[in-house]
C-alpha cells in the first residue's frame, strides 16, 4: 500500500475526531489537528523501521519518549477525568467531553507542567522521528512540536476565559511541558 494511501486512511478518524474544530481557527482543536496530522506522516513514514537496530542511540531515546508519552497520557487524562470534574453543562461545544472541566487541576502531573496530553504528544512525535530520522522527518517533527505549542497557547486562553485568575495564577506556578524548564 502506498504511503499516501496509508496517509489517507489513517486520517479519516482524525479527521471525524476533529470535525468540530476545523471550523473553529481560535480553538485549540484546530491547532491539534495539523499537528495530529504530521504524527500521522511521521507514523507512516517510520512505521516499517519501528524495530531496527533496537539498541541504537536513537531507538533507546525513541523507546523512552514513547514511555514518557503514554505515562503523561494516562497519568493526565486520569486526574482530568477525577478532579476536573468535566460536565456536559459547559457549553464548549468544539471541546471533546473530558475537556469540559469545570475544576481547575493543579495537582499529579499538573503540579508539574500545565498541559501533560499536548507534551505527551511533543514526545510521541519525536519518539515517532527518532524511529528513524531524516532531515524531511525532522522538519515535520518540529512543525508538530509548533503545532501542539499553538495548541497549548490556545488552550491557555481557553482556561483563562473559564478558570480566570486561577488560571493566570496556575500559569505563573507551573511550566508549559518540561518541569521545572519549559
Not at 23 to 46: A, C, D, T
Not at 63 to 85: A, D, E, M, N
Amino acid at each position: 500500500m502506498s504511503t499516501t494511501l496509508q496517509f489517507l486512511i489513517l486520517s479519516i478518524p482524525v479527521v471525524y475526531f476533529s470535525r468540530r474544530n476545523l471550523l473553529h481557527p481560535q480553538s485549540h482543536g484546530f491547532f491539534r489537528f495539523f499537528g495530529w496530522e504530521g504524527m500521522v506522516w511521521l507514523l507512516v513514514k517510520n512505521h516499517s523501521y519501528w524495530f531496527q537496530q533496537p539498541a541504537s542511540i536513537p531507538q533507546i531515546i525513541s523507546w523512552l519518549l514513547l514511555v514518557l508519552s503514554i505515562y503523561l497520557v494516562i497519568s493526565g487524562g486520569l486526574i482530568l477525568l477525577k478532579k476536573g470534574k468535566p460536565s456536559s453543562d459547559r457549553e464548549d461545544n468544539h471541546l471533546f467531553s473530558f475537556e469540559k472541566t469545570t475544576e481547575l487541576v493543579t495537582t499529579g502531573i499538573y503540579s508539574l507542567v500545565r498541559h501533560p496530553l499536548y507534551a505527551s504528544l511533543i514526545y510521541l512525535s519525536w519518539g515517532i522521528f527518532l524511529k528513524h530520522p531524516t532531515c524531511d522527518l525532522l522538519i515535520i517533527t518540529l512543525i508538530c512540536s509548533v503545532l501542539f505549542y499553538f495548541t497549548a497557547r490556545h488552550d491557555e486562553k481557553e482556561c483563562i476565559i473559564y478558570f480566570g485568575d486561577s488560571y493566570l495564577s496556575y500559569m505563573k506556578r507551573s511550566k508549559m511541558f518540561i518541569p521545572y524548564l519549559f
